[in-house]
């Protein structure tokens, strides 16, 4: 078993964050980790939608990621995001990773 095979995997999530829209990223979420994989990155890049809508995506496919005993680190967050999970006190819960030199 390799860390590719097994390590964090990425999903995109794009669009608008709403209802629908996350359930299908948790269902994702959930399936990844239960093929082994113990953690999701997951890149916001092309995520649209209000901060709330975002946030409240966000800790859903976080909780499901837990309650599926796997980890999610956020990939793509902009200083907008980075500065909205901050003062939700979701910072710590949904990491970002470091952005990528150019």
Do not use: N, Y
């Amino acid at each position: 078993m390799t860390a590719d095979e097994f390590g964090p995997r990425a999903i995109t999530l794009a669009g608008v964050a709403d209802t629908e829209t996350t359930e299908v990223w948790c269902a994702q979420v959930q399936a990844i980790l239960r093929s082994g994989h113990d953690s999701v990155r997951c890149d916001v890049r092309g995520l649209s939608g209000c901060a709330a809508a975002v946030l409240a995506a966000l800790a859903r496919i976080r909780l499901t990621a837990k309650r599926s005993g796997g980890a999610v680190q956020i990939l793509g967050a902009d200083d907008q995001l980075r500065a909205v999970l901050d003062l939700a006190g979701l910072a710590d819960l949904l990491p970002c990773a470091e952005q990528e030199s150019p």
